[in-house]
């Protein structure tokens, strides 16, 4: 029996997967309308276009890695991204026939639905999990049974403890830990902490990708995703100033984390920062979903969408080899609670669903034969557990944007590190593996004495190939 926990995209691609391989397979998840997958807009990349090829597309990733990538692990995902695909539509998924270009991509390579794929993808993906009848549960994991450094199974808030001796974490990030975010309450670090207490090596933790566009209105947040800017959606200051390109020669355009930091920088100097759909041609019939969310709230194209950057995405995570093993036997990390090392020090956009379609799908084909991820690169950091003094989720969201968010220096990160440091992080629950997370994304941040990929630092502004390298934890 294998135990599935998540229900995103890299939960529910094994857990089909598996079941449809003829193994027994039971998923258990925090909140089924949780994680990134349900929320998720733009699309997934695969080399399918006429003009493409995986290896270009692997160039595109490495890149946009920034010297950090795994280069085994980009030509796995790219040449096996396709395959994945043809998996899901042989299954009955049905992509548009059109591919869309986002930033970074050379080609036409993102295949979409609608304009929330995301979400298309999980309500057929949840719809074949029911009609293959593989139980699911609704339930948070809060520990995993490790004995003679093997899993045995995992303690659940509710139902106690479930026997299994191969668990696929499959939980996603916790970009939510930040004060502002594009993800959800369910993402904040657990499957991370939880396999870090078990003995899992965690890696590339200080990369966390923040998406320069978001808006919150009404308390609700919604993406604004770069397709719009492609589409000629453009940015202005309180002044009705289009500064993009002061920061930037390709302005609204530019690479996320360089957009990111321009908008974050404006709103340091007190301005506020819309952006303007007024020149998108076809708004409503190419945006239809933007287009309710603006309806709901009273306002249209025509209307000035104050959007701020938030966390995204988080690069690295659970160490895994290319068959999704940990160094801990029977333990498996897929999506984005992994770094398989695809996104190196930054993601190119629509990677994130490719590699967890593809490790999901391709599960089967290893599970029965346990090899075990070994790690010859990089400095391990190796990190106690304390009890210690309790923050809540919100403190910790404020401190990890105030201190370890979109612009960096010691001070700040130091200043994290002390608070961390004096905070529980071996209880159970969601604050403590918050805290635990938080710790080791400020240590790493501070350590790496650099600015790659998403990882900026004001004091530290150019790249230093001495710190071409891996950070590792591992728990003392
Ligand atoms: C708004 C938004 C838009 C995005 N758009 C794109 C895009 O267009 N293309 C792209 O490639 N990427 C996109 N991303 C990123 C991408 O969506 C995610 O990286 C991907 O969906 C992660 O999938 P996952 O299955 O690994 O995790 P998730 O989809 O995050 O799912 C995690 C699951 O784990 C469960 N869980 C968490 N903790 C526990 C626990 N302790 N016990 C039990 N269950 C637990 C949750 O309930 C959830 O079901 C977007 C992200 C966001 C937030």
């Excluded at 947040?221 to 993009?244: D, M, P, Q, W």
Aim: with cysteine; charged share 30%.
């Amino acid at each position: 029996m294998v135990l599935v926990i998540g229900t995103g995209i890299a939960g529910l691609s094994a857990a089909v997967s598996l079941k449809k391989a003829g193994l027994r397979v039971k998923v258990i998840t925090k909140k089924l309308t949780g994680g990134s997958t349900y929320i998720a807009k733009g699309g997934l990349a695969a080399a399918v276009g006429k003009d493409d090829s995986p290896e270009i597309h692997a160039k595109d990733t490495l890149i946009v890695g920034d010297g950090l990538c795994d280069e085994k692990a980009v030509h796995y995902v790219t040449k096996e991204a396709p395959r994945a695909v043809e998996v899901l539509e042989s299954w009955g998924f049905k992509f548009a026939d059109d591919l869309r270009l986002e930033g970074g991509h050379s080609r036409r390579r993102v295949l979409h639905k609608t304009d929330e794929t995301g979400r298309d993808i999980y309500d057929f993906l949840m719809t074949k999990l029911k009609e293959l009848e593989v139980p699911l549960l609704e339930d948070r994991v809060v520990s995993l049974k490790v004995s003679d450094e093997k899993v045995e199974g995992v303690i659940a808030e509710r139902s106690g403890v479930v026997y299994d001796d191969k668990i696929v974490l499959a939980t996603g990030g916790y970009a939510y830990l930040f004060k502002y975010t594009s993800n959800q309450p369910t993402n904040v670090g657990d499957g991370m902490a939880i396999a870090f207490k078990a003995g899992a090596l965690l890696s590339a933790m200080e990369f966390v990708q923040f998406h320069p566009t978001v808006t919150s209105i009404d308390g609700e947040v919604f993406l604004l995703t770069e397709t719009l800017r492609g589409e000629g959606a453009i940015l202005v200051n309180s002044k009705g100033e289009r500064f993009a390109f002061k920061y930037h020669e390709k302005g609204e355009l530019a690479p996320r984390d360089v957009l990111s930091r321009a908008i974050y920088s404006e709103l340091l100097k007190g301005e506020r920062v819309y952006m303007d759909l007024t020149k998108i041609y076809d708004f409503e019939r190419k945006f239809p979903v933007l287009n309710n969310f603006l309806k709901r709230h009273g306002l249209s194209q025509s209307s000035k969408i104050p959007v701020f950057p938030g966390a995204h995405f988080v690069d690295g995570g659970v160490r895994v080899n290319l068959r999704g093993e940990t160094n801990v036997k029977g333990l498996y990390a897929i999506g984005e609670v992994s770094d398989t090392g695809l996104h190196g020090a930054n993601r190119l956009a629509s990677n994130s669903l490719a590699e967890a379609l593809v490790f999901g799908v391709n599960l089967p084909s290893f599970i029965d034969k346990w090899e075990g991820l070994y790690v010859d690169d990089g400095d391990v950091i190796e990190l106690g557990l304390r009890n210690g003094n309790k923050f809540s989720i919100e403190e910790i969201r404020k401190t990890n944007w105030e201190n370890v968010g979109i612009i960096r220096n010691e001070e700040r990160l130091e200043k994290a590190v002390f608070v961390y440091s004096s905070a529980d992080t071996c209880s159970l629950d969601e604050e403590a593996n918050a805290a635990l997370v938080s710790l080791l994304t400020a240590i790493a941040a501070n350590t790496r004495k650099e600015s790659r990929g998403n990882h900026f630092r004001e004091d530290f502004p150019q790249r230093d190939d001495r710190w071409k390298k891996r950070i590792y934890f591992k728990v003392k």
